[in-house]
């Protein structure tokens, strides 16, 4: 079946720098969303990705979607510790459900 | 804004028990989805709802679990006998069209049930 995986599982930073985490499906996707789940707390939608090549930013955040619409990733510039939780990407395929990445869980030391 | 939300927060039961966990999705949404996430891991898709019937399930949907929307705002998910291995958290989200692949789903808070 369908398979999401990220890269890393996780990620320790030290306050102030950059972060990256990388999305791969086994399948080409309608759509990706991304998700952050703070520990104990539920995914909180992030953005939903569509077209092949997009690029969309929030403040600090930067997403992209692959030309081949089976890979992405997220970027943190300069990381806060309100950023720490775990990224989880999410593909959207040929049906309706999200199929989830095994998520990066980020660390951030201030 | 207009929530998800799940009832109770936290279930424990015995294994074998029945557990019915509820959710009030947004009202004017009309796809509705359970997930799990078993502690550590990553979020697993249960089962997905529209127009009162099952649209999708996946293996592990197997006949121990069952969907209802009981009336024009509730979504429940139910466990006939609960196992060991149904720990988890339990995520109900819904999504407000239909057909479209592209829509957005929002989740909630979760029911973190533990089976004994």
């Known amino acids: 079946g369908q398979q999401v995986m990220q890269i890393p599982q996780y990620q320790h930073v030290q306050e102030g720098e950059d972060f990256t985490t990388y999305c791969n499906s086994s399948t080409t996707l309608s759509n990706i969303q991304w998700y952050k789940q703070r520990p104990g707390g539920h995914p909180v939608f992030l953005i939903q990705l569509v077209k092949s090549g997009e690029v969309k930013k929030q403040k600090r955040l930067t997403f992209q979607f692959g030309e081949a619409k089976k890979n992405s990733s997220l970027h943190i510039t300069a990381t806060q510790t309100t950023d720490v939780g775990t990224y989880f990407c999410?593909?959207?395929?040929?049906?309706?459900?999200?199929?989830f990445g095994t998520g990066t869980l980020l660390a951030v030391q201030p | 804004e207009p929530e998800v939300t799940q009832t109770p927060s936290h279930q424990v039961t015995q294994m074998g028990q029945e557990v019915i966990l509820r959710c009030v999705p947004i009202s004017n949404h009309l796809y509705f989805y359970w997930y799990r996430q078993i502690l550590g891991q990553k979020v697993e898709f249960l089962v997905s709802f529209y127009n009162n019937e099952i649209s999708e399930k996946s293996e592990i949907f197997d006949d121990q679990f069952s969907v209802e929307r009981p009336d024009g705002s509730n979504f429940t998910l139910k466990i006939r006998s609960t196992k060991l291995e149904d720990s988890a958290m339990y995520f109900c989200a819904s999504r407000r069209l239909a057909g479209a692949r592209t829509d957005t789903q929002y989740f909630g808070p979760g029911t973190r049930l533990t089976v004994l």
């Open positions: 999410a593909g959207g395929g040929a049906t309706n459900k999200l199929i």
